[in-house]
């Protein structure tokens, strides 16, 4: 199952084309649309206050209420942009976005609005269809969970099982400890105020998935199919599996995994390495965590360059940010982690 996100922020419409949907899934809508919703804008302090309903549009691929094996397409309308507020940017590229690189490999042509096809925005057409693969790994008894694991240094309760995370989905603002949400939410709303944003991180994991996918090799490892699927999601910057940097100041009697049996299984006692072993799955749920960068367009002076005339120069940065993208990231980290599951499986 292959996917591709079009559309830009300011255009009239983002969606997703599916090529490889297995015929015959009951396309839950309502269970689509409640992802969507905890990506949503606009809801409180924390996010940008651009407000989009967010519906899908179902185009082909659907035929009463069933995929039929051909090309999904899912639409979604924009109607909430502020386009004069980029004007301003067009010429000059705000510091760590996309707009500089994406100038030039344009050769000048991107539209810039809002970022244009680098907007977080084309993050709802992904959660749509992570939401699909969802669906299809619900066949095949797979579940794929996350939470935020830090903001700005303030970090969530330690996840000793996954299954810990199913009740997260239902927060509004999805952490294991709430009282450690309070002060996250403290910390993002103390950068809003002083125009400015901070990053964080979401741990996720995936259960169900059974012992031997994968290969140690390019292009079949397990740990290189996720990430190829997360570094597509805007504002990551690392993925560590398991046990992750933390293996810098382990001792490897801390750090493997004794083997045990249980109920006449094979598993291990610790799962350091989140679940791939020699870039093969080995039962066990597959853990990662994401780090993701503050979100670049802040309301502070900052310096860049017009690239009409070389010249550097000031810049500030108008419209609606997000301080934070990180608790809204939550259901894109497990879209993206679904949609990895699937060519894991071979769905």
Not at 268 to 283: L, M, P, S
Request: proline share 5%; net charge negative.
């Amino acid at each position: 199952m292959k996917y591709t996100i079009f559309g830009e922020s300011h255009g009239p419409a983002i969606g997703v084309v599916l090529e490889g949907v297995p015929a015959g899934l009951e396309l839950d809508l309502e269970a689509m649309g409640k992802d969507l919703s905890r990506r949503s804008t606009g809801k409180d302090a924390l996010s940008t206050a651009r407000k989009e309903a967010d519906e899908v549009n179902v185009l082909s691929g659907v035929f009463e209420g069933r995929t039929t094996g051909a090309p999904l397409a899912l639409v979604i309308a924009n109607s909430d942009q502020h386009s004069g507020d980029y004007e301003a940017l067009r010429y000059t590229p705000r510091p760590s976005h996309g707009d500089f690189a994406g100038f030039i490999q344009s050769k000048g042509c991107l539209d810039y609005r809002g970022g244009g096809h680098f907007s977080g925005r084309l993050t709802a057409p992904l959660v749509a269809a992570g939401s699909v693969a969802k669906q299809l790994l619900a066949e095949k008894n797979v579940w794929v969970g996350a939470h935020i694991s830090a903001v700005y240094g303030i970090t969530d309760a330690a996840l000793n099982d996954p299954q810990e995370l199913r009740g997260v989905a239902d927060k509004p603002f999805p952490v294991l400890d709430d009282a450690k949400g309070e002060e996250m939410k403290k910390a993002i709303l103390e950068a809003k105020e002083g125009q400015d944003s901070v990053g964080g991180s979401i741990e996720c994991a995936v259960t169900g998935l059974p012992v031997g996918l994968g290969a140690p090799d390019f292009g079949r490892n397990v740990e290189g199919i996720f990430s190829q699927y997360l570094f597509a999601v805007p504002a990551v910057k690392a993925v560590a599996f398991g046990a992750g940097v933390a293996f810098a100041y382990m001792r490897g009697t801390e750090a493997n995994d004794p083997f045990e049996v249980v109920d006449g299984k094979v598993v291990t006692r610790t799962n350091n390495a989140g679940g791939i072993n020699g870039g093969i799955t080995n039962g066990m749920p597959v853990t990662f965590e994401v780090t993701m960068r503050p979100t670049p367009s802040i309301a502070l002076p900052q310096e860049s360059v017009d690239l009409r005339t070389g010249e550097e120069v000031e810049i500030e940065i108008k419209g609606r940010h997000d301080p934070c993208v990180v608790h809204r990231a939550v259901p894109v980290i497990e879209a993206a982690a679904a949609l990895a599951a699937c060519e894991v499986l071979g769905i």
